[in-house]
């Protein structure tokens, strides 16, 4: 295999776990597979099939930075994450489908009646002022980063607002759905700067995956 550096190279920054293991096999549907080895142990950088492309993968919230500071020339990450990121340098040039959710306001009913002032817990801080601003609300903000299914239970907060996938955590917890804020999935995002330096190879790319996404 030809070792690729500088110019030639390409790195696909991706967000671990659920939209890791969904990529691989949206990536496969290009012909970048991941060498066999490098998946059986702890590496974060990954050869691929293609020896001119190697993977990324790193923590969600910093695939945008990485691919903001040019580190990493593509990036495959939940629209929540780029919800948050208050940096630039980025395109979104294609809502690639996979690992769908919603983001929502949930809580426990008797709890939201009876509050004149919101309390939220939350990691999606930007996301939820914006929310509820666009109501024409103030909440007061609790940041959490897990299991937020608790806060209301145990009165920490009224409600929370959180990534939905089936709705079973929150059926478990007590909890209902009470507003949807947003559809999230998976987007491809690309470096500004990159675009130009390696115009003809990353359009070729971004090219691949929304044929892949529609596929």
């Not at 208050?86 to 996979?98: A, K, N, Q, R, S």
Request: glycine share 8%; charged share 20%; hydrophobic share 45%.
């Amino acid at each position: 295999m030809t070792t690729q550096t500088g110019k030639d190279l390409i790195t696909i920054a991706i967000s671990k776990g659920r939209v890791f293991e969904e990529s691989l096999d949206l990536l496969a549907s290009l012909n970048i597979q991941v060498v066999e080895k490098d998946l059986e142990g702890r590496k974060l950088l990954l050869s691929t099939s293609q020896p001119g492309i190697r993977l990324l993968v790193i923590r969600s919230k910093d695939v945008p930075t990485y691919v903001q500071y040019g580190v990493a020339e593509l990036g495959i990450v939940g629209k929540d994450v780029l919800m948050e990121f208050t940096g630039g340098g980025i395109y979104e040039p294609v809502d690639l489908g996979i690992a769908k959710c919603r983001l929502m306001v949930a809580g426990m009913e008797p709890q939201l009646q009876n509050s004149t002032r919101l309390r939220v817990a939350t990691k999606y801080v930007r996301s939820t002022q914006q929310h509820f601003a666009a109501k024409g609300l103030q909440v007061e903000l609790i940041k959490l980063y897990g299991s937020m299914e608790l806060a209301p239970v145990l009165g920490l907060a009224d409600c929370i607002v959180d990534l939905v996938a089936t709705g079973n955590t929150l059926k478990a917890n007590g909890l209902t759905p009470i507003e949807h804020i947003a559809d999230i999935s998976c987007r491809l995002i690309v470096n500004k700067a990159a675009m130009k330096i390696k115009s003809a190879t990353l359009r070729r790319l971004i090219e691949q995956f929304k044929l892949a996404a529609k596929g």
